[in-house]
């Protein structure tokens, strides 16, 4: 009853501190600590409520989830109904936005797709590659209508003029991949729609085409370029109207405006956003927020008043102003308004994902603010006043009350999970190579790394560490790892000497847990099953088998009750002895067909590297109850 109690309180203590981390606009905070508030069994309505008010926010309306390779493109048609997508292999998705659902995968390309446009009546799309090709596509059908060839190097932009009648094209050095010169052709090509006949050629530029715009009136192209700044070209006679002249890190993105009065460019690495009027050149102003990497994308709100602009975040500002008007704290490689309205935008981005994104509220989505990477690892520090979170390479700690970023720090490896110690002063974080690192939480300063130095023996070196638990005295840790590297993948250390004191031979551990007595642990394992450890003695107590996936978390309820959670979607409790454990589904794996098992050693045995010593806190030994009865 008390283990129930100190649950339920947790749980309303993470769902009041979610509310809060919402009301400040982080919402992914928000989200992770709700989620934690709901993982014990039967939630109560509060935590409940608060993972239902932060799903639902203002911010990401939808996450279309497809793409196996970095998102470089989208486009959205006419009338707002679906969106285009074109990723690094060379695959363009059709979406519904209003449902999600995927309604097409166009295939033709051998290389990226930079770029997409649809046709006025949004039932055709040209789609331009790095493979030096167009593609003209119907999209009610899926076919290739025509490809279109003469470019001799890629094609970085396409855009498909408001009449419907031509077709605009840019290649060159490619200047997001900082390889400028190396192309050739530096030029911009003008075709007919329906007949994919090359009209015009332009060779005027000393290096790569970034991107183009028509002018409303399909008589003019807005050129953006690396060396020779933006500028607008006549297409009936080839002349340039206007050059307002080249800057020094080059332009990446350029779009008129729907009215024809203001031409919007986003600089490269010069990260600014300028706003030009169409007819003089002269500069109108700039956008309040400076970006802090280089500018990918840029585009303009159907009614020519808003603008967003992409790098390692996303703004909106005001083009009269130049106001911010939100800021975004997730990257983005492709921009497309969605029309008539402009409240919503598809974001394309090189984490494989498509966003749809609700502009109206200026609501956050990530609210890390140098992070490109998803939040894996979140941990909720004892006393309830802080938070640490973590992506790929930065481990941040988080004020609850103020909801501000108290610190973050660059970790030498890749991340994954992350723990408080029982006092709060130190956190553990699990990383790739094998590591699993100590922190000083109150200052973020690496103490020490827990790896092998060749004296001993740690986790194998090409391992992911999964998971990390500290022993509740919090003198010692257990962790956990996998990978294809045969070796110890679950170790418990002495976090003084930063030493292995038991060496656990497993298969790969995906999830564990301390029981809160600090005498057993669970170890959740690829191969489905969950194995229960005496920590005192090494003793492998019990194997339970039932899950037909990996196992990525396990947690103790109590002393002697667990419940374990697995990619097969299934949740499986169980309690001390009362009923029988859960059978082995058919083609499970099992632990006893090792191939590298040693002679006369049961399945799921121990290596102790010493004797454990007697941890500060260990209650008076006795017999440890079995968490089940054996079948």
């Known amino acids: 009853m008390q283990a129930r109690q100190a649950q339920v309180s947790q749980s309303l203590a993470l769902a009041a501190q979610s509310r809060l981390a919402l009301q400040a606009d982080n919402l992914d905070l928000a989200l992770a600590l709700a989620m934690e508030a709901v993982r014990i069994p039967d939630p109560p309505g509060q935590a409940q409520m608060a993972l239902s008010e932060a799903a639902y926010a203002p911010g990401t309306m939808r996450l279309f989830l497809g793409h196996e390779a970095a998102v470089w493109s989208v486009a959205v048609s006419p009338d707002g109904r679906y969106g285009l997508s074109g990723d690094a292999d060379g695959v363009i998705f059709l979406w519904n936005l209003e449902t999600g659902?995927?309604?097409?995968?166009?295939?033709?390309?051998?290389?990226?797709?930079?770029?997409?446009?649809?046709?006025?009546?949004?039932?055709?799309?040209?789609?331009?590659?790095?493979?030096?090709?167009?593609?003209?596509?119907?999209?009610?059908?899926?076919?290739?209508?025509?490809?279109?060839?003469?470019?001799?190097?890629?094609?970085?932009?396409?855009?498909?003029?408001?009449?419907?009648?031509?077709v605009a094209s840019g290649s060159g050095g490619n200047y997001i991949e900082d390889q400028a010169g190396i192309a050739k052709d530096n030029s911009v090509r003008l075709w007919d729609l329906h007949s994919g006949e090359e009209m015009r050629r332009f060779d005027i530029f000393s290096d790569g085409v970034t991107d183009i715009s028509f002018t409303p009136d399909s008589r003019s192209l807005a050129i953006a370029t690396i060396a020779d700044g933006f500028l607008i070209l006549d297409l009936e006679t080839g002349k340039v109207l206007l050059r307002p002249g080249a800057t020094e890190e080059g332009i990446t993105g350029v779009v008129v405006s729907p009215d024809g009065e203001t031409v919007l460019t986003a600089g490269g690495q010069t990260s600014e956003v300028t706003s030009w009027e169409l007819q003089t050149g002269e500069i109108k102003g700039y956008m309040d927020e400076r970006h802090n990497s280089t500018l990918q994308a840029v585009a303009v709100s159907p009614d020519s008043r808003r603008?967003?602009?992409?790098?390692?975040?996303?703004?909106?500002?005001?083009?009269?102003?130049?106001?911010?008007?939100?800021?975004?704290?997730?990257?983005?490689?492709?921009?497309?308004?969605?029309?008539?309205?402009?409240?919503?935008?598809?974001?394309?981005?090189?984490?494989?994902?498509?966003?749809?994104?609700?502009?109206?509220?200026?609501?956050?989505?990530?609210?890390?603010?140098?992070?490109?990477?998803?939040?894996?690892?979140?941990?909720?520090?004892?006393?309830?006043?802080?938070?640490?979170?973590?992506?790929?390479?930065i481990l941040y700690q988080w004020d609850l009350e103020t909801s501000k970023e108290i610190w973050s720090k660059v970790s030498p490896s890749n991340l994954w999970e992350i723990a408080y110690s029982p006092n709060g002063t130190q956190a553990l974080t699990s990383e790739f190579?094998?590591?699993?690192?100590?922190?000083?939480?109150?200052?973020?300063?690496?103490?020490?790394?827990?790896?092998?130095?060749?004296?001993?023996?740690?986790?194998?070196?090409?391992?992911?560490?999964?998971?990390?638990?500290?022993?509740?005295?919090?003198?010692?840790?257990?962790?956990?790892?996998?990978?294809?590297?045969?070796?110890?993948?679950?170790?418990?250390?002495?976090?003084?000497?930063?030493?292995?004191?038991?060496?656990?031979?497993?298969?790969?551990?995906?999830?564990?847990?301390?029981?809160?007595?600090?005498?057993?642990?669970?170890?959740?394992?690829?191969?489905?099953?969950?194995?229960?450890?005496?920590?005192?003695?090494?003793?492998?107590?019990?194997?339970?088998?039932?899950?037909?996936?990996?196992?990525?978390?396990?947690?103790?309820?109590?002393?002697?009750?667990?419940?374990?959670?697995?990619?097969?979607?299934?949740?499986?409790?169980?309690?001390?002895?009362?009923?029988?454990?859960?059978?082995?589904?058919?083609?499970?794996?099992?632990?006893?067909?090792?191939?590298d098992s040693q002679p006369g050693q049961a399945p799921g045995t121990v290596r102790l590297a010493r004797r454990l010593p007697d941890p500060v806190g260990y209650p008076e030994r006795r017999t440890v109850a079995p968490l089940c009865r054996a079948r």
């Not at 994902?353 to 890390?368: P, T």
């Not at 170790?491 to 564990?512: A, C």
Request: aromatic share 6%.
């Open 101 to 166: 659902e995927p309604l097409r995968r166009l295939e033709g390309h051998t290389d990226r797709v930079d770029s997409l446009a649809f046709t006025p009546d949004g039932r055709q799309a040209v789609s331009a590659s790095q493979d030096k090709t167009l593609i003209h596509w119907d999209l009610e059908t899926g076919q290739v209508i025509r490809q279109m060839s003469g470019h001799e190097s890629g094609i970085n932009t396409v855009a498909v003029s408001p009449d419907g009648l031509q």
């Open 307 to 393: 603008a967003l602009a992409g790098s390692n975040i996303l703004t909106e500002s005001d083009l009269e102003t130049g106001e911010l008007l939100h800021r975004f704290n997730f990257g983005a490689t492709a921009i497309a308004y969605r029309r008539p309205d402009g409240v919503t935008a598809l974001i394309g981005n090189l984490d494989n994902s498509v966003r749809l994104v609700s502009l109206e509220s200026g609501a956050e989505i990530s609210h890390l603010q140098a992070s490109e990477n998803w939040i894996i690892g979140v941990a909720y520090s004892p006393d309830g006043q802080s938070a640490l979170t973590n992506d790929f390479g």
């Open 433 to 595: 190579g094998g590591v699993v690192s100590l922190w000083d939480a109150a200052t973020g300063k690496l103490l020490k790394r827990l790896e092998s130095d060749g004296s001993f023996e740690g986790h194998p070196s090409d391992d992911w560490v999964y998971d990390v638990a500290f022993h509740p005295g919090g003198k010692f840790a257990l962790t956990g790892s996998g990978g294809e590297a045969k070796g110890d993948h679950l170790i418990y250390w002495n976090l003084e000497s930063g030493k292995p004191v038991g060496l656990f031979d497993t298969f790969d551990v995906l999830g564990l847990a301390i029981s809160p007595d600090g005498r057993t642990a669970l170890s959740g394992e690829e191969d489905g099953s969950v194995n229960w450890w005496d920590l005192e003695t090494g003793q492998h107590l019990q194997r339970l088998e039932g899950h037909s996936g990996g196992v990525w978390d396990v947690a103790f309820v109590d002393d002697h009750t667990a419940i374990s959670a697995s990619e097969d979607a299934t949740l499986i409790p169980v309690g001390p002895g009362e009923r029988d454990c859960p059978a082995q589904l058919p083609g499970a794996h099992r632990r006893d067909q090792r191939t």
